[in-house]
């Protein structure tokens, strides 16, 4: 019989991952990338042969009869049979193929490297000051020292950390955008700065660019900042993880985007994955539903005043340049809202004004104790940065509560 788990050695891990449909990305003198679905599997050469990685866990290895099984279990198998029926079936092929396994006289393609190898790992070099720019003392800043580093191109690269603390990618500014770096698993994973002694605040962005012009705009000094790979079920636990871990009363949030209103946009995108809010939200070409429970009912009545008082305002505008309303088309661009039961339902249009209300007042009636927004008076933290550096720093010294928008 075959004793598949004692076997893995003889198969050569590269050839499988060709074989099943795998696609080769990069090889490296260490290691060989694979994508399959948007998912990155790196293959590596240890004392006990061939293992393989996901992008998203590192730490964790595996081999060949994990492929398989991942393989199989979407494989619908004959009547009553069993996964490891289907796995031991399929590992015995593989062994009977030639050009799936090692052969003989095979001496390596890869230098052997330890067990808990990590190829993120290679692609950063330390960081040095140039004394210009957003960057140019960056080596010096305590919050930031490990959280910054070059790649081989002069890029800026930040750690992205999974739930295991792992580097697990990496966002790189590539001048134009701060983005995922390569086979980055950012959909797993976030980056954030330095964890002082004392923790008085831990602060949201969009990216750790904007996480380091908001820094130096402010100096805050005992605060975690923190940016999201990206907004999911998945980062979002992650963040909430470790604002129980630090013993924060309140995330305070802060996205942004190159015009206001991406910054709200990701803020109600945020909401929907926060654990128990019952938040929905559904977009079409002109507007968006948002659902999500009456609560408390004096929460529900102040929501529900301010939307009123939208709408008034916006058709008292209207009438500043028309004789008469257009009801039509005062409903299409004010708020509805609607109660079933326990429930709300929100259509919103896609203006900024309006978005910018529900954001504001769903934040102060209903996630006030949890959460607190701050918003830059330009459209990102860097261009409020940079407008902060071209100017006189004889003036008013900025107060954070100026940026606050759901006092």
Not at 92 to 100: G, P, R
Not at 226 to 255: C, H, P, Y
Not at 376 to 381: A, D, F, L, R
Request: charged share 30%; net charge positive; with cysteine.
């Amino acid at each position: 019989m075959n004793k598949w788990l004692v076997e893995d050695y003889r198969i050569h891990l590269p050839k499988l991952f060709e074989h099943l449909g795998f696609q080769s990305i990069r090889t490296e003198k260490t290691h060989r990338i694979f994508e399959n679905a948007g998912l990155y599997y790196i293959v590596i050469y240890t004392e006990e042969g061939f293992l393989y990685y996901k992008a998203q866990r590192p730490k964790e290895k595996l081999s060949a009869t994990d492929l398989i099984t991942e393989h199989v279990s979407k494989i619908e198998g004959v009547q009553k049979e069993m996964l490891w029926d289907k796995v031991a079936a399929y590992h015995t092929k593989v062994l009977e193929t030639d050009a799936l396994t090692i052969s003989r006289d095979w001496k390596g393609e890869f230098k052997k490297v330890p067990k808990d190898f990590n190829h993120f790992d290679s692609y950063r070099l330390p960081i040095q000051n140039n004394g210009e720019g957003l960057y140019g003392d960056a080596a010096d800043l305590p919050s930031f020292t490990g959280r910054m580093f070059l790649n081989e191109k002069g890029e800026i690269l930040f750690p992205l950390f999974n739930m295991q603390n792992t580097v697990c990618g990496y966002f790189v500014d590539a001048g134009k955008n701060v983005a995922p770096y390569r086979e980055s698993a950012a959909k797993h994973a976030l980056w954030y700065s330095n964890i002082p002694k004392k923790i008085d605040g831990l602060f949201l962005f969009k990216n750790p660019k904007e996480a380091l012009a908001f820094h130096k705009k402010f100096q805050l000094k005992n605060v975690v900042y923190m940016a999201l790979g990206e907004i999911n079920s998945q980062t979002t636990d992650i963040l909430f993880q470790i604002r129980q871990t630090v013993k924060v009363d309140k995330i305070m949030l802060s996205f942004t985007g190159e015009k206001k209103i991406e910054g709200y946009l990701r803020d109600l995108h945020f909401i929907t994955f926060i654990k128990d809010s019952g938040f929905k939200l559904s977009l079409t070409d002109r507007d968006m539903v948002l659902r999500f429970p009456i609560g408390d009912k004096k929460a529900f009545s102040r929501f529900y005043d301010h939307t009123k008082r939208y709408n008034k305002e916006l058709a008292q505008s209207f009438l500043r340049y028309n004789n008469i309303l257009d009801q039509h088309r005062l409903n299409r661009y004010g708020i509805s809202v609607s109660k079933n039961e326990e429930s709300i339902k929100v259509r919103l249009p896609l203006e900024t004004n309006a978005i910018k209300l529900l954001v504001w007042s769903y934040y102060k009636n209903y996630l006030n104790k949890a959460i607190d927004i701050l918003k830059p008076k330009s459209g990102n933290w860097y261009s409020e940065w940079e407008t902060m550096e071209h100017r006189s720093k004889s003036g008013k010294e900025v107060q954070l509560k100026e940026y606050r928008i759901a006092l």
